[in-house]
Nanobody, 126 residues
Framework: QVQLVESGGGSAQAGGSLRLSCAAS???????LAWFRQAPGKEREGVSA???????SYADSVKGRFTISQDNLKNTLYLQMNSLKSGDTATYYC?????????????????????WGQGTQVTVSS
């Protein structure tokens, strides 16, 4: 059973930065990985994803501000968040899927991912 544990959330001022981490219980190399977020009263949305061949994708709302990366030696996924806005306030979740066709199932579709972390809260104040 894969376990994912997020950390790094907290409070930040608008314009500030935070770096989220997602530690996996096993190897993450060769799998699809993603960050999602859910704000109160809103649906969960995909923020960024990285494929098993290292292609990355970002939601339009975070392009140019957020960067997804992974460290396979540490089995950790990261999300560097810069130029934070109040609209980034949400609970952030990391997700993983190991199927070979995961990238083509819909990288920002929650149903693509078999494993999820418990979430970390990010609050941005203006």
């Amino acid at each position: 059973q894969v376990q994912l544990v997020e950390s790094g959330g907290g409070s930040a001022q608008a314009g500030g930065s935070l770096r989220l981490s997602c530690a996996a219980s096993g190897s993450i190399g060769g799998y699809c990985l993603a960050w999602f977020r859910q704000a109160p009263g809103k649906e969960r949305e995909g923020v960024s994803a990285i494929s098993h061949f290292q292609t990355t994708s970002y939601a339009d709302s975070v392009k140019g501000r957020f960067t997804i990366s992974q460290d396979n030696l540490k089995n950790t996924l990261y999300l560097q968040m810069n130029s934070l806005k109040s609209g980034d306030t949400a609970t952030y979740y990391c997700a993983e899927d190991r199927r070979a066709d995961c990238w083509w199932r819909g990288i920002f579709s929650g149903s693509t991912y078999a494993y999820w972390g418990q979430g970390t809260q990010v609050t941005v104040s203006s």
